[in-house]
């Protein structure tokens, strides 16, 4: 596995999770890395982006409540989930260096659930 998300869990409607994922220098040197999520039923959708030089992009759904960075030192990306809602719940994924409209690289899925 090229990239290692963690940190999901359960939490209540309100409270926060911050996600990790770690990675090879090569591959968080790529121009773009992002978070993805999947609920059940539903099509995999982008949650936010971030470039090697720290434009983000977010999802008009998590706008304000999640913030993407990435830690250069640590080859790490986070997602810093505030205000959970039960429609966050899904698996999230990361993912880095775009190809056309997908990434080369993903990481292997966090649950996150978020009980209201």
């Known amino acids: 596995v090229q990239l290692q998300a963690s940190g999901g869990g359960l939490v209540q409607a309100g409270g926060s999770l911050r996600l990790s994922c770690a990675t090879s220098r090569r591959i968080f040197n790529t121009n773009k890395m992002a978070w993805y999520r999947q609920a059940p039923g539903k099509q995999r959708e982008l949650v936010a982006d971030?470039?090697?030089?720290?434009?983000?992009n977010y999802a008009d759904s998590v706008r304000g409540r999640f913030a993407i960075s990435r830690d250069n030192a640590k080859n790490t990306m986070y997602l810093q989930m505030n205000s959970l809602k039960s429609e966050d719940t899904a698996v999230y994924y990361c993912a880095a260096d775009p190809l056309g409209f997908l990434y080369r690289y993903w990481g292997q899925g966090t649950q996150v659930t978020v009980s209201s």
């Open positions: 971030i470039t090697n030089v720290g434009n983000t």
